[in-house]
DNA sequence: GCCCCATAATAGTATTACTATCTTGTGACT
DNA sequence: AGTCACAAGATAGTAATACTATTATGGGGC
């Protein structure tokens, strides 16, 4: 099952692509291990190369800093999450239809059938979730973006946007209700397990049928469509 | 005009009440003119000790670390909006017509009349739009979140989501509903500002303008009232 | 005139965020 | 079989960060 799949990302995103040699996959895997248990601001490569049994140096040599590691950790995801997508909906032709695969495809994305051994989808998940908003709330934004860095995030967002517009044509907002489902979906796991009067939805375990039914209630009533049972 | 306005925090926050001391008023000042400058990771204590000409050491007397600091500013700011959106619908009994003065509040809160000399609250408003949620994204969030830290914003929210029941008793997902407000504000004005692709909306100068216009048609959507002219 | 206490001044530590250099081991090519 | 290339390991070193501790100074109140 796993074979066929390829995520391609951005080559600004590394230094040596890790996913092309045993220790980039090492590196990949316990980072975001350590950095769901630590946090990204306590996580350092030193402790990263202890935890691997590697050295501090043999990590730069992959990545530039912390910082471009979590970028590329986004970028896998939502890479990811695209291509999820596009397999579930590419026989669907109706639009509403669609969106509400878009949605449950983005609120379970940590519940696929892992597909590569060396990314724990559902881990990752968690790291966007606490982390992932952190990968552009940055100062290097503009020149980052300017490279490309935010191409899968933005592409997938148009996407959704492109969706939106085929069961709205009209809808003034197609990409601000995409990129908003999407921070919703996010926020809202985030609020439910941690902020719990900042939402109305519950979380347990990691079960989010309530996100998902509250993300299917905000898109409907924002494109006037029937809530289907 | 600074006359009557106390803005009143959760003690935890600090470790000496920068309010009542000359120092900890140049240390709110600087901050917030700093952080704005180079940002929250390469702001430092010592750095804005530097800026002050005063001391590191001095800084640490006041707060903890810098994350409590970012904590104190987003706090402020939080209650600051609050207090803003009590003047303006005080005497508004229409909670349709309410809910529009809180957007309104809430996306102009960088133009309001400044009412507190070392408080530069344009700027502090930038900092919110681009750092406020790394106050909440960290590893201590429950401990802190326990510790009532965050009291400010989850009041806010839900004196909002009173107004968003008063429109719509019925409505599931009134706390959602009105952190959404909050969270797309900050949102698309940093999306419009540094990743215009994820958002519909343009910002020139400091013109929010259609930020406003957009959460309004959001919030009329979902509570089916009507967009009035 | 003395006490209290906030701030300043200074120093010191462990950790972080790197960079540099040198060695070793493997595999590929001749 | 020999050497070449090159990835990774080992080690060291530097500047900055994130603090803590100690002592000195100076002004306001009693």
């Given at each position: 099952m796993?074979?066929g799949?390829?995520?391609?990302?951005?080559?600004?995103?590394?230094?040596r692509?890790?996913?092309?040699?045993?220790l980039?996959k090492k590196i990949?895997?316990?980072?975001?291990?350590?950095?769901?248990?630590i946090?990204f601001?306590a996580?350092t490569?030193k402790?990263l190369a202890?935890?691997?049994?590697?050295t501090?140096a043999s990590?730069y040599?992959?990545?530039?800093n912390k910082?471009m590691l979590?970028l590329?950790?986004v970028?896998w995801?939502w890479?990811?999450?695209a291509?999820l997508?596009d397999i579930?909906?590419?026989?669907?032709?109706n639009?509403?239809?669609?969106?509400?695969?878009?949605?449950?495809?983005?609120?379970?994305?940590?519940k696929?059938n892992p597909?590569?051994?060396?990314?724990n989808?559902?881990?990752?998940?968690?790291?966007?979730?606490a982390?992932?908003s952190k990968?552009y709330?940055?100062k290097?934004?503009?020149?980052?973006n300017q490279e490309g860095?935010?191409?899968?995030?933005?592409t997938?967002v148009?996407?959704?946007a492109?969706?939106v517009?085929?069961i709205?044509?009209?809808f003034?907002?197609p990409?601000?209700l995409?990129?908003?489902l999407f921070?919703m979906?996010n926020?809202?796991?985030?609020f439910?397990?941690?902020?719990?009067r900042?939402?109305?939805?519950?979380?347990q375990?990691?079960s989010?049928d309530?996100v998902e039914?509250?993300?299917?209630?905000?898109?409907?009533?924002?494109?006037g469509?029937q809530t289907?049972k």
């Amino acid at each position: 099952m796993a074979i066929g799949i390829q995520i391609t990302l951005n080559e600004r995103l590394f230094l040596r692509d890790p996913q092309r040699t045993e220790l980039g996959k090492k590196i990949i895997k316990h980072s975001i291990l350590l950095i769901d248990e630590i946090g990204f601001e306590a996580f350092t490569f030193k402790k990263l190369a202890k935890r691997m049994s590697s050295t501090e140096a043999s990590v730069y040599r992959y990545f530039e800093n912390k910082h471009m590691l979590l970028l590329y950790l986004v970028s896998w995801f939502w890479e990811w999450v695209a291509y999820l997508i596009d397999i579930h909906t590419m026989n669907i032709s109706n639009p509403v239809h669609k969106l509400k695969i878009i949605i449950s495809t983005l609120v379970f994305a940590s519940k696929e059938n892992p597909s590569i051994e060396y990314v724990n989808e559902s881990v990752l998940h968690r790291i966007i979730i606490a982390e992932g908003s952190k990968a552009y709330h940055t100062k290097a934004v503009d020149d980052e973006n300017q490279e490309g860095l935010f191409l899968n995030y933005k592409t997938l967002v148009n996407k959704v946007a492109q969706v939106v517009l085929d069961i709205q044509p009209e809808f003034p907002y197609p990409r601000a209700l995409a990129s908003n489902l999407f921070e919703m979906s996010n926020n809202h796991i985030y609020f439910a397990i941690h902020l719990p009067r900042l939402t109305d939805v519950h979380v347990q375990d990691d079960s989010y049928d309530e996100v998902e039914k509250m993300l299917e209630f905000f898109a409907s009533k924002m494109l006037g469509i029937q809530t289907s049972k």
